[in-house]
């Protein structure tokens, strides 16, 4: 799977919209950037997911670049509940069976100022 | 619908003992995948169970093993505790393990050895 590289954390006061970069240069055709969040002590959540498509869902928009070297997850309004570490992990989805799990990197801690 | 279900959430066992964990994924996921998080070495991935076969294993011992029930259900078991097996161990549940499906994560197993 292509690697991934993150700002280490950024800040975002309440109610702006929070835009998180993300580079994955050496990404292949067949690699899908998906995005998962961990809030303090509990297990990573699903965000979102996009293959070179724009892409919107309920919790965030994820725009990614003609050349899909690089992407941003946009939370448009950030609440303190959006206080987390975001991580953007890029890969392959396999036709068959054998999932390798998720690599996951170190992640961007977003801190919502109130 | 329930999540992903870990029990315990938390446990403390002693250098040499061993310990089983246990997960059970949301109703008609058919894949589970175990992962340890560690402050150094961050979210890494286990291994992954389909249909109770273990379709792929991360890079750990031997001592860290698992296996799936037929309603899915799965444990994962830490033979010959080390200190460094302290970790917060989550376990993601999925309809097929492919990555165009998100994962759900539990809020997983905090196990301190000591």
């Known amino acids: 799977d292509a690697k991934t590289t993150q700002p280490t954390s950024m800040d975002c006061a309440e109610g702006r919209a929070a835009n998180l970069p993300c580079n994955h240069s050496?990404?292949?055709?067949?690699?899908?950037v998906y995005w998962y969040r961990q809030i303090h002590s509990q297990g990573p959540q699903y965000i979102i997911h996009g293959l070179k498509n724009n892409e919107t869902n309920e919790m965030a928009s994820l725009i990614i670049t003609e050349d899909r070297k690089s992407s941003t997850l946009i939370l448009p309004h950030a609440t303190l509940r959006d206080t987390a570490v975001y991580y953007c992990?890029?890969?392959?989805?396999?036709?068959?069976?054998?999932?390798?799990?998720?690599?996951f990197g170190k992640g961007t801690h977003l801190i919502i100022q109130p | 619908k329930a999540g992903v279900t870990q029990t315990p959430r938390y446990l403390i066992k002693t250098r040499g003992q061993q310990v089983t964990l246990s997960c059970s994924p949301i109703s008609g996921h058919r894949s589970v995948s175990w992962y340890q998080q560690t402050p150094g070495q961050g979210l890494q991935f286990l291994f992954e169970?389909?249909?109770?076969?273990?379709?792929n294993k991360g890079n750990f011992p031997g001592r860290f093993s698992g296996r799936q029930f037929s309603n899915s259900r799965s444990e994962m078991n830490v033979s010959t505790l080390e200190l460094g097996d302290s970790a917060l161990y989550l376990c993601?549940?999925?309809?097929?393990?492919?990555?165009?499906?998100?994962?759900?994560f539990g809020s997983g197993t905090r196990l301190t050895v000591v």
């Open positions: 050496t990404i292949s055709g067949n690699e899908y």
């Open positions: 169970y389909f249909s109770e076969t273990q379709r």
């Open positions: 992990i890029v890969r392959v989805m396999y036709s068959g069976g054998g999932a390798d799990g998720l690599t």
């Open positions: 993601a549940s999925s309809l097929t393990g492919r990555a165009n499906y998100g994962y759900t």
